[in-house]
């Protein structure tokens, strides 16, 4: 199983756009998705589709995957065709609800499956289908749509599916990424965003322009002082419970840290 634990900067981008691929390609991201889906206009899909299938002919810095056309669409089952032998990491499958949909696109693309959590139903359904995934993916854009969420109404609208997400992936041991954040020129938005990413539990954020990698980065990595405390943590665990820097600590404490330090 590809594993995407410890890739926080995950890049989309339209395989429409051959001036992003070249960008991507020469980017810091730890995971690239072409887009094939929304980001690509209905005029362009199979050029797309050629173009994405052409870019995975050559190796890339990291590993790359396809997001599909949903089910239902016109373009779905030409995107799968085009999977069978293309060489992608993985493939992201947009509204996914239901288990047997990730088994049979796994099925016929021989790929491991990123499945994104974005309607009302995915979210119910997170517990069961991340099992059969390599990673959950937040999609907050079509999430507040499927909510019905007044336009603006913010994150906190969204705490408890994003929160069922991480449930879902940690219940399953699976990676989870977070949503986009749309504003493209909102530095401190973003590192606020991804802070809150990171307090929630998810294991990286799905970005939409490259100047979001390295803040991405720096908002997963651990803080000196954090490493710097989690080091005198782990150099004073005793065993049982005791008392640490004004704290209690315990077994899982130190196993923490120990994960801190390892990563
Ligand atoms: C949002 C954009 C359309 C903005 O494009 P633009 O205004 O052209 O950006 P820049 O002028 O700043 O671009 C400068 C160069 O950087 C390259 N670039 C831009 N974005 C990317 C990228 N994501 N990856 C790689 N390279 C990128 C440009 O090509 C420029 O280089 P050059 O061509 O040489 O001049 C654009 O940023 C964009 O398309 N972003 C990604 C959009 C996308 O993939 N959307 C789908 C995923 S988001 C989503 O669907 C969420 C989810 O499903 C949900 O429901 O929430
Ligand atoms: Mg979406």
Do not use: Y
């Not at 399953?172 to 990424?177: E, H, K, L, Q, V």
């Not at 803080?223 to 008392?243: D, F, I, P, W, Y």
């Amino acid at each position: 199983m590809l594993n995407l634990f410890g890739r926080p900067a995950v890049l989309f981008l339209p395989a429409s756009r051959p001036g992003a691929i070249a960008k991507a390609r020469e980017s810091a991201a730890d995971l690239v998705i072409l887009d094939l889906e929304d980001a690509v206009a209905a005029g362009d899909k199979e050029s797309a589709r050629t173009a994405a299938v052409a870019a995975l002919e050559t190796p890339w810095r990291c590993p790359v995957a396809v997001r599909i056309n949903g089910e239902g669409t016109p373009w779905h089952a030409a995107d799968l065709d085009a999977l069978r032998h293309a060489r992608a990491d993985l493939v992201v499958v947009p509204r996914v609800e239901k288990r047997g949909h990730v088994e049979e696109i796994a099925a016929i693309g021989h790929l491991p499956v990123a499945a994104m959590i974005e309607t009302a139903r995915g979210v119910l359904a997170a517990a069961d289908l991340a099992p059969r995934c390599a990673a959950l993916i937040a999609g907050t854009n079509d999430l507040a749509a499927s909510l019905r969420l007044p336009a603006g109404a913010g994150r906190g609208s969204l705490q408890t599916a994003l929160q069922t997400i991480v449930l879902a992936a940690r219940a399953a041991d699976r990676p989870c990424f977070d949503g986009v954040f749309n504003k493209l020129d909102d530095a401190d938005g973003f590192a606020a965003e991804a802070a809150e990413s990171r307090a929630l539990g998810f294991d990286g954020k799905t970005l939409i322009h490259p100047s979001q990698i390295a803040p991405c980065k720096a908002a997963f990595a651990p803080s000196e002082a954090e490493r710097a405390r989690a080091e005198r943590l782990v150099a004073a665990a005793s065993g049982g419970a005791q008392r640490f820097e004004g704290e209690m600590i315990e077994r899982m404490h130190v196993e923490a840290a120990e994960r801190l330090l390892a990563r």
